[in-house]
Each structure stands twice: as C-alpha cells, then as structure tokens.
C-alpha cells in the first residue's frame, strides 16, 4: 500500500495556520471550546513550571527530567482530551492517523538515540569510579594507573554518538511539517488538530534543548506560536529563556555538552589530570585529596541525575508505543492504514 501524500503545509515562521484551522470559530461547539480552553490553560501551566527561576537550573539534569515529565504529562493529556471528544472511527481521515504514526515513529527513533547518549554517559561514570578507587588506594603519590583511567574517561567522554545527527534532521523533519491540515466540516476535529499542535511544539521544542544539550550545539528551532493559542505568552517566555542561556553557554565553549553535572564533573577530573602527572610536591597532594573528595560527590549527582532522566525517556518511549498500540487496535478494524513501522520490519 503506497503512503497516501501529506498536502502541502506552509513553513509555520510564515504565517497563522489557524487562518486555515479554524476560520470560523463559530462552527466550533460550546462543549468542544471548553474541553480545548481547558487542555491550553494545563499546557501553558506545565510551560510556566518549565521556565526556570535560576539560570543555573537550566540544562542541569534535574531540570532536564522535569522537562521530560512535562512532556509526558501533555501526551497523557492528550489521550484524555481524545477521548473526552467521543471521536468515533469515522472522525478521523486517514491522512490524519497516518501523519500521527509517522510522527511517532520518528519520536520514537529519537527517544533510543537518547538513551543511547545517556548510556555512553553512564559508561562514563564506571570510568570514574575507576580514577576515584585508584586515587584513594594512593593518597600520597601519583598513579599511571590514575593517569591511565583519566586518558579513558577523556576519549570515551569526548568521542560523539552520530545517532544525534540523525536526531537533528527528524527534528527538523518533524518542525516543518508543524501547521495542521486543514479541517472544513468538524468541530471536534479542528479543535483535534490545534491541541495536537500544542503537542508538537510543546514535545520538538522540549527535545530540541535535549539535543542541543547533549551535542553542544547552540542550534534551536524558533516556533512562532500565535496570540489565538492560550498558552502562547507561558511560551514564548520559556523558549527566550532557554535559547538565550543555551547560547551563552555554547559561547563560553565546551568540550562536548551543555549538561550542567557533566561539565562540573569533567573540570574536575581536567584539574586532576596534571596533579597525576606530577609527583613533587606535598601542596599538590593536597589538592590531590580535596579534588577526589569533590569527583565523588559530583559523580555521584551526575549518576542519579542520569539515572532518572534515563527512566524519564523511557517513559515517554512507552508513552508512546502505548499510544500508537491504542490507535492501530481502534482503527484497523474500519481503516486501512500502513504502519510505517510495519513496512520498516516487514510485516504485513
């Protein structure tokens, strides 16, 4: 079965897709108002609760599984708004749960190259429990083995997954294609596809930071969300915030990420690498000792962040799988639509 075209949707900086979505709010029911002005007024809450009160907090990996939550909290809202519309099979177009499965898929793909980032992190961490073992076994001289152990953690911390290159081009797959189709004759299914676009922007935008986090890079997507979205100031307020201290922080340089525990961790383990290398002096042993007391206790906050914002994307991967299992189980039976997960593994 060939994969019915998407129609051609306008490059969203370019202009108000609500024109086409809703061109006369009028044909919108009372009660589907209300159950959309309810769903916005959360996401613009959840959206507040993201802006952070210190600059610090930004990019630190408490903040990151806060956002990762979020996420989550608006996609299971998502499900209950769907379901409090009562849309009936024959709601929905084809073209609309084809959109939705491609989408997720490529969510999906984006959640695994995730977690693989944040399993080479981990890695990382052995590494350092490695320089911390060898360094309290020798409290008074230096040690090639320590020496060795920092060599590692250097190359492997350092070296890049390509799996976020690919990230960066599903998110950019995935913003242009932003503005909804438009919706002529259903009240449930224009008020469907304005909360889906809270959805999409809320989830690009989240996953947007986490890449630029993870790789460096100051390169975010600029959503230019209109006055006629409830949640638009909550934000345009959140997307200045973040953009401005990613870029900063990018401007300052890094050696491989914005992660705020992960560069607190590695200045550290930097400043140990000459005392290693060097074994005069009782100033330097000193420092020796402080500096591993001080990689213990960032170590250990960088493997409990890393560990919850692990569960974080996991649980949003089974978010939506669970999600996409619903649909193709309520569907199937009336619709005829390709999985496109089917056609990448070869089922029928």
């Known amino acids: 079965m060939s994969r019915p075209q998407n129609p051609q949707r306008p490059s969203f900086p370019f202009g108000n897709p609500f024109k086409?979505?809703?061109?006369?709010s009028s044909s919108v029911s009372p009660r589907h108002a209300t159950l959309l002005t309810n769903f916005e007024l959360s996401l613009a809450e959840r959206l507040e609760k993201l802006n952070p009160k210190n600059g610090e907090d930004v990019l630190a990996l408490s903040w990151m599984v806060s956002a990762i939550v979020s996420v989550c909290e608006t996609h299971a809202y998502i499900k209950t708004f769907i379901s409090d519309l009562e849309l009936s099979v024959y709601d929905w177009d084809a073209k609309w749960i084809d959109l939705y499965l491609d989408d997720s898929l490529k969510l999906l793909d984006i959640c695994i190259s995730f977690s693989s980032e944040l399993a080479h992190f981990s890695q990382g961490h052995l590494?350092?429990?490695?320089?911390?073992?060898?360094?309290?076994?020798?409290?008074?001289?230096?040690?090639?083995?320590?020496?060795?152990?920092?060599?590692?953690?250097?190359?492997?911390?350092?070296?890049?997954?390509?799996?976020?290159?690919?990230?960066?081009?599903?998110?950019?797959?995935?913003?242009?294609?932003?503005?909804?189709?438009?919706?002529?004759?259903?009240?449930?299914?224009?008020?469907?596809?304005?909360?889906?676009?809270?959805?999409?922007?809320?989830?690009?935008?989240?996953?947007?930071?986490?890449?630029?986090?993870?790789s460096g890079s100051a390169k975010l997507t600029s959503f230019q969300v209109p006055d006629i979205c409830i949640w638009s100031h909550a934000f345009e307020n959140l997307q200045n915030r973040l953009q401005k201290e990613v870029k900063d922080r990018s401007s300052k340089g890094g050696r491989?990420?914005?992660?705020?525990?992960?560069?607190?961790?590695?200045?550290?383990?930097?400043?140990?690498?000459?005392?290693?290398?060097?074994?005069?002096?009782?100033?330097?042993?000193?420092?020796?000792?402080?500096?591993?007391?001080?990689?213990?206790?960032?170590?250990?906050?960088?493997?409990?962040?890393?560990?919850?914002?692990?569960?974080?994307?996991?649980?949003?991967?089974?978010?939506?799988?669970?999600?996409?299992?619903?649909?193709?189980?309520?569907?199937?039976?009336?619709?005829?639509?390709?999985?496109?997960?089917?056609?990448?593994?070869?089922?029928?």
Not at 20 to 24: A, E, M
Not at 269 to 292: C, N, R, W, Y
């Open 20 to 24: 086409l979505i809703l061109p006369n």
């Open 127 to 214: 590494l350092l429990q490695c320089i911390m073992h060898n360094m309290e076994a020798n409290p008074t001289k230096a040690s090639e083995q320590a020496n060795s152990f920092i060599n590692d953690w250097n190359r492997h911390i350092s070296s890049r997954n390509p799996r976020l290159e690919v990230c960066s081009s599903i998110i950019d797959d995935l913003t242009a294609t932003t503005n909804l189709p438009k919706i002529k004759n259903s009240s449930k299914g224009k008020v469907l596809v304005k909360a889906m676009y809270g959805v999409k922007v809320h989830t690009l935008f989240v996953l947007g930071i986490f890449l630029a986090a993870f």
């Open 256 to 348: 491989f990420s914005l992660v705020k525990e992960l560069n607190s961790v590695d200045t550290i383990v930097g400043k140990l690498h000459p005392i290693v290398q060097d074994e005069s002096g009782s100033a330097k042993m000193q420092a020796f000792g402080d500096d591993t007391c001080d990689l213990k206790d960032r170590a250990e906050k960088l493997s409990l962040g890393l560990d919850s914002l692990t569960k974080g994307v996991e649980g949003f991967f089974q978010i939506l799988l669970s999600g996409r299992d619903a649909l193709l189980s309520k569907f199937r039976t009336a619709l005829k639509v390709e999985d496109p997960m089917q056609k990448r593994i070869g089922v029928r």
